[in-house]
């Protein structure tokens, strides 16, 4: 039995006699491969091993026997002369394509291997607004293959052909270490988790204390793949925070001066946020899909605003307790878990005559919420 997709079973002579499987569907494909008592040989393209086909049948209790070709991404890479151990590599290919868009939003340089149902020029459309070229490999290994370098907006126009393989890459930051930004290498972004106020560009000490960034960031979860809103921004101290946590990040202010302290701040790490200035009320809507949000200026107005999308999970702080008092019940009402605390550390600060005393910072109120039900 030979099971593959007409394309692949175009290019290959199959033995007299053997029967022909299509692939697709795959889970009927995968029932006729369990019923048959023979050998079975699978096409694959590429490396199989490679978000293929071996971790599906392994999963089935098969041990394939695999003989590999070279990967879409491999090819790619060679065509473009670029070295890609350092790189993410993300697939849109059978799964929900967002992890990988976020992935690209947040990273310097991504591999996204592709499908038919998520393309190009899908994905161009989705990193509208951040500034990225995507250089998209199409029928590599044939001979009409091309190699194509766009900007997003140039990618959703136009069809591309099957198969294909993208390479996104941020054009100012192209040439950095990336494995020290890719997710690939375990552990890797570490060594700046709720650093101190000085340590970013701030004014007239308007940013967000250590201490609440620490417990704001262990409950927004912010990790490679997910797609983090700063609301009412500031300095960009949060959000610049969570990119180098690996999460794509987008703040909004409704100050213009913001603008330059975040970039600032995101330039001095190596990461990229999105930085929209205007009323968060008025800027949402046309926002994509955030996995949390982090709500530090604007008040119970945004929080309507954002209540407004289907949010997995929300933190806001605010400086007096009635207005958190109004915040707890409507989240509650919109169907969120919520928990809540009054933050308020002394910090040691050293005596001119020797020794040190403790002084004590403004209480911030933190809630946190998550949709019922959401693990």
């Known amino acids: 039995m030979v099971v593959g997709s007409s394309r692949l079973l175009a290019l290959l002579p199959t033995p007299e006699g053997a029967t022909i499987v299509s692939i697709q569907p795959l889970a009927t494909a995968l029932q006729v491969i369990a019923d048959h008592d023979g050998e079975v040989v699978v096409l694959a393209s590429g490396d199989p091993g490679f978000f293929g086909l071996t971790r599906t049948l392994r999963a089935l209790g098969y041990q394939p026997r695999v003989i590999p070709a070279l990967s879409s991404v491999s090819i790619l890479a060679a065509r473009l002369g670029e070295p890609w151990d350092d790189a993410a590599v993300m697939s849109a290919h059978g799964r929900d394509p967002r992890e990988a868009v976020n992935a690209a939003r947040a990273l310097p340089a991504v591999f996204i291997l592709t499908s038919p149902e998520f393309g190009p020029a899908h994905l161009g459309h989705d990193l509208q607004g951040w500034n990225r070229e995507l250089i998209v490999g199409e029928r590599l290994g044939h001979a009409d293959e091309t190699v194509t370098t766009c900007t997003p907006a140039e990618a959703t126009a136009r069809e591309w052909c099957e198969p294909n393989v993208v390479l996104v890459v941020d054009p100012t930051r192209r040439d950095l270490n990336r494995r020290r930004l890719s997710s690939n290498q375990p552990g890797a972004i570490s060594g700046f988790f709720a650093a101190r106020e000085d340590d970013f560009v701030h004014r007239d000490s308007m940013i967000t204390k250590w201490e609440v960034r620490a417990a704001a960031l262990s409950r927004l979860a912010p990790r490679f793949g997910s797609l983090i809103w700063d609301l009412g921004a500031g300095s960009g101290s949060l959000a610049v925070e969570c990119a180098v946590l690996g999460a794509a ?113 403004n209480p911030t109120f933190l809630l946190s919420a998550k949709r019922v039900g959401l693990q």
């Open 249 to 361: 990040v987008i703040a909004v202010d409704s100050d213009l001066s913001a603008e330059q302290m975040i970039q600032a701040n995101a330039k001095a790490r190596d990461v990229d946020v999105r930085v929209l200035i205007g009323a968060a009320q008025e800027l949402l809507h046309d926002l994509p899909e955030p996995d949390a949000v982090f709500i530090g200026g604007g008040g119970l107005p945004v929080l309507d605003a954002v209540l407004k999308r289907s949010v997995p999970r929300v933190v806001a702080t605010f400086a007096a307790i009635d207005r958190m008092t109004q915040a707890r019940g409507t989240l509650i009402s919109a169907g969120y878990e919520v928990e809540g605390i009054q933050l308020q550390s002394s910090r040691m600060t050293d005596l001119p005559a020797g020794g040190f005393r403790l002084v004590a910072t």
